[in-house]
């Protein structure tokens, strides 16, 4: 993780949110857009997945979607930040859930609490997995204002 906030030919990465899972910056500024990685719901600085508990094989007993929500949520405002910008900022952000059914619902919730007022777009797919054990990840587009 770096010690720092990096900005190295429009490429952002935070210290403050967890480092990507591969070779790839948390984001990339082109224009007036910030275009952000898939981010998840790692705790920075740990390997920890918050809302997780593993059975004894290491495979998921459970999960609490909405406690990854929130953590994604805190991890893209981390790099929103980094970038100087902020959740307000957000014009269009993609979802992804592994179990639909189970969490939409709950997700829509949580996306409820954290823009109670002019939401960003936003798309919602379900996916067979995503790169680590986890339920949910964003992948966001953010606008600079007009100079």
């Known amino acids: 993780m770096p010690e720092r906030d990096v900005t190295v030919d ?21 224009g007036r857009l910030l275009f952000l990685s ?13 809302g997780v508990t593993f059975d004894e ?13 929130r953590s994604v949520f805190e991890n893209v405002e981390a790099i929103l930040e980094a970038a100087g910008l902020g959740l307000g900022d957000l014009v269009d ?3 992804f859930l592994t179990d639909m059914a189970r969490d939409f619902k709950t997700f829509n919730a949580e996306w409820a ?8 777009c936003r798309t919602t797919v ?12 964003l992948k966001c587009i953010a606008a600079y204002p007009e100079a």
């Open 93 to 95: 952000v993609t979802v």
């Open 38 to 50: 898939g981010v998840g719901p790692r705790k920075p600085g740990t390997k920890e997945i918050p």
């Open 126 to 137: 379900e996916v067979g997995a995503l790169p680590t054990p986890i339920a949910v990840e």
């Open 10 to 30: 429009g490429a952002i990465d935070s210290a403050a949110a967890p480092p990507p899972v591969g070779h790839y910056p948390h984001a990339r500024r082109l």
């Open 57 to 69: 094989s290491g495979g998921v007993r459970a999960y609490d979607v909405a406690v990854q929500a």
């Open 113 to 120: 609490a954290r823009f109670p007022e002019n939401p960003p």
